[in-house]
């Protein structure tokens, strides 16, 4: 178990520029949301409740400790709803409403877009 979460964090780290962008079981795309969701998470440590900021840690960590690779690791993270909250809470109050249908648009065009490769299957991921 650790020594999966070894290798999905720091020896890939090591290996990111060798490793293609997108590939089947290792690539920079899967290691790229690993890294983005981390420092979201982190970020919102000062900005989510704390319940919901462990939610998030485990969602990350399972899969880590438990595969052998970061295999589209994007999937795995997705159901750390939280996060996608941590953008919106940043922002003063005055820009809440402004900022969430800011978001909305560009998430709702962001999973169209996934969907549609993930159904024509030229990016399962």
């Known amino acids: 178990m650790w020594a999966n979460l070894w290798h999905?964090?720091?020896e890939t780290a090591l290996s990111y520029s060798?490793?293609?962008?997108?590939?089947f079981h290792r690539?920079?795309?899967?290691?790229?949301?690993?890294?983005?969701?981390?420092?979201?998470?982190?970020v919102g440590l000062r900005v989510l409740p704390l319940?919901?900021?462990?939610?998030?840690?485990?969602?990350?960590?399972?899969?880590?400790l438990t595969k052998g690779d970061l295999m589209s690791f994007?999937?795995?993270a997705l159901p750390a709803w939280p996060l996608f909250l941590v953008p919106v809470l940043m922002v003063r109050e005055t820009f809440r409403a402004w900022t969430f249908a800011v978001l909305s648009i560009l998430f709702l065009f962001f999973q169209i877009?996934?969907?549609?490769?993930?159904?024509?299957?030229?990016?399962?991921g």
């Open 27 to 42: 690539s920079q795309l899967d290691f790229t949301v690993l890294a983005l969701s981390s420092l979201v998470w982190l």
């Open 8 to 10: 999905n964090t720091y």
């Open 113 to 124: 877009l996934n969907v549609s490769e993930f159904v024509n299957w030229h990016w399962v």
């Open 51 to 64: 319940h919901y900021s462990i939610y998030s840690l485990a969602i990350l960590t399972i899969p880590l």
């Open 74 to 76: 994007s999937r795995y």
């Open 18 to 23: 060798g490793l293609p962008w997108h590939g």
